[in-house]
């Protein structure tokens, strides 16, 4: 490798050591910042869950709380009754407060004195089939009572909690409907005005026995109450589960983004059928896209196998922007990276380049020195052999004469070549264009150049019939293209011992062809269409054995191509080279 090759290939080096390094340094601290971002977006997932949770839980304590007010505000109004008419008490109650879905009364033996529908008795019956849960039943105590008010101060949502539960304290308490048809229905056997003892008793009479016993049947759960007054019998009441339900979504957090995450539904029933979500809660199940479930079941004395449910919806934009970093950050990095290399490589190429064009030229100033100084030495020695008087006779003289014009016309076609060289490279060259004859200007041509190739050892063969051949094109640059493909003959084909020019009108879009053809040695493969290209040869060492600048081919085509038409190369059928010029 040459010293500028070696310079060139270290500065190379110089470049892509350090962008290597500095794109795996790049891609290093993305692959951290990625890892940072994934861990912090589970800890916020970790503590999205843990919120979530902590809130389910509060809901479930509220809802436990609003139900035990239900269930208290139920059973006080169920101590009123009396063994004075109940069934219309009953009735009464049952009629006027919504959240009784009705009512019952057993005798002491226990028969079904209420309802008296044979198909409304028919869950009572299936209940107490199961063991009538007031035998071995213990009497509410007020301790417990007392335990169940002071959960009301764990309550974080207080205001919108009490709100709620005053509205079904007040439903439960509800009994002015009950108080009217009461008096109504003992107002001829008592008529005094004193207050009836199913709204206000005189003497409180004590139950002996109460609870709450929740049970589920084919038909779904009931909550069902129960007292054993000293009277005798039994009386009850069933909860209507359903508008407590519809109104237990009241209590599900609405601000905002929360109201889309919780719900209250029945376990192990088809789940959007039973889901019961906020104002906006039922749109935004059914449009997020959920990660999990955090379920907490409410209290089985209260309501058994329903549960607050907290959805950990997908934060998208965050897994993805979290996602996508790394992505977007290789990307941007390799993009930088093939950039500098992309760069580097153009500059090393581009350096490459120079670096052989500069050879080349060097090579192209040598040779053409040397070609110059051929014939300046030719002419000069000529010159003054006749300047001196040093020739036997005018025959000897006038060989000296010619091999003077000759040399000339070779160092003019050298200067030409120089001059068309260097107006091409600058874009600057003109042509003139005008209608010729092809036959009449090429057989001139190598009627002016035979004697010189037959000096070469070459046969001139004239191949094209007499017809006229017209061909719009420079008349100076058509002769410098044959005299170019005329001495690359001489220079590289005279042992092969003839050249053949042939002309041949185009049938297809007008013009003609001329073709030059020797049987000289030929062109390697590999070179067939790089001596097409400037300062290139085959041999391109100054002790070469054909000198040459390496410029006649590459003109001519260039020539030919600012004519509109092509030069190109072909292998002679039975040995040597033919070029084809191609004329529009």
Do not use: C
Request: charge should be positive.
């Amino acid at each position: 490798m040459l010293a500028p090759s070696r310079r060139i290939f270290l500065y190379w080096l110089l470049l892509l050591l350090p962008t290597l390094a500095v794109g795996a340094g790049a891609l290093y601290l993305l692959q951290k910042e990625q890892a940072r971002l994934d861990e912090q977006a589970k800890a916020a997932t970790s503590l999205r869950r843990e919120a979530i949770a902590a809130r389910a839980r509060q809901i479930a304590e509220n809802v436990e709380l609003l139900l035990g007010d239900v269930q208290a505000g139920l059973m006080t109004t169920l101590m009123q009754t009396t063994g004075e008419n109940p069934d219309s008490w009953l009735d009464a109650w049952s009629g006027s407060n919504p959240l009784v879905k009705s009512t019952f009364r057993l005798a002491a033996d226990g028969r079904i004195l209420r309802p008296a529908n044979a198909e409304a008795q028919r869950w009572l019956k299936e209940w107490l089939a199961g063991g009538a849960p007031w035998r071995g039943a213990k009497q509410e105590s007020k301790e417990s009572e007392q335990v169940r008010r002071e959960r009301k101060d764990t309550t974080l949502n207080v205001t919108q909690t009490q709100s709620v539960r005053s509205s079904f304290q007040e439903a439960a308490r509800q009994n002015a409907v009950a108080d009217t048809a009461m008096r109504k229905s003992t107002a001829p056997a008592a008529p005094s005005a004193a207050a009836p003892a199913f709204a206000a008793p005189a003497v409180a009479v004590q139950p002996e026995r109460s609870g709450w016993a929740p049970w589920r049947g084919a038909d779904g759960l009931r909550l069902v109450g129960w007292r054993q007054p000293s009277f005798g019998g039994v009386v009850g009441v069933e909860v209507n589960l359903a508008t407590i339900v519809a109104r237990l979504g009241e209590l599900l957090p609405r601000d905002g983004d929360l109201a889309e995450a919780f719900a209250v539904r029945e376990a192990g029933v088809e789940r959007q059928s039973k889901v019961y979500a906020g104002a906006s809660g039922s749109a935004g199940l059914r449009s997020a896209r959920l990660l999990d479930t955090i379920a907490v079941p409410l209290s089985a004395s209260v309501l058994p196998g329903w549960e607050i449910v907290g959805f950990v919806r997908d934060d998208a934009g965050n897994t993805r922007a979290g996602g996508g970093f790394f992505v977007v950050g290789a990307l941007l990095v390799g993009i930088f990276v093939v950039a500098i290399l992309a760069g580097g490589g153009l500059l090393l190429r581009q350096a490459r380049l120079s670096e052989a064009e500069a050879a080349q030229k060097t090579s192209f100033v040598a040779n053409v020195s040397h070609e110059f100084k051929t014939p300046l030495t030719t002419i000069r020695l000529y010159a003054e052999l006749l300047e001196q008087g040093r020739v036997r006779d005018a025959a000897q003289g006038g060989d000296y004469l010619r091999t003077i014009s000759r040399e000339t016309q070779r160092l003019a076609r050298l200067v030409n070549n120089a001059l068309d060289f260097s107006r091409l490279e600058q874009g600057k060259k003109k042509f003139a264009r005008e209608t010729l004859d092809l036959a009449t200007e090429v057989g001139r041509l190598l009627d002016t150049h035979g004697p010189r190739l037959a000096e070469a050892g070459l046969t001139l063969r004239r191949e094209w019939a007499a017809i006229p051949m017209p061909v719009t094109t420079d008349r100076d640059a058509l002769e410098q293209i044959v005299l170019n493909l005329l001495d690359n003959a001489a220079k590289y084909a005279a042992d092969g011992g003839e050249v053949a020019v042939a002309l041949v009108a185009r049938e297809r879009g007008g013009g003609a062809e001329l073709r030059v053809k020797d049987r000289g040695p030929g062109v390697p493969a590999e070179h067939r269409e790089r001596i097409f290209e400037k300062f290139h040869r085959v041999d391109d060492t100054l002790t070469a054995e054909k000198s040459g600048a390496g410029l006649g081919l590459s003109i001519a085509r260039q020539l030919a191509r600012g004519l509109g038409g092509e030069l190109r190369y072909e292998a002679r059928q039975g040995g040597g080279a033919e070029f084809v010029l191609e004329l529009p």
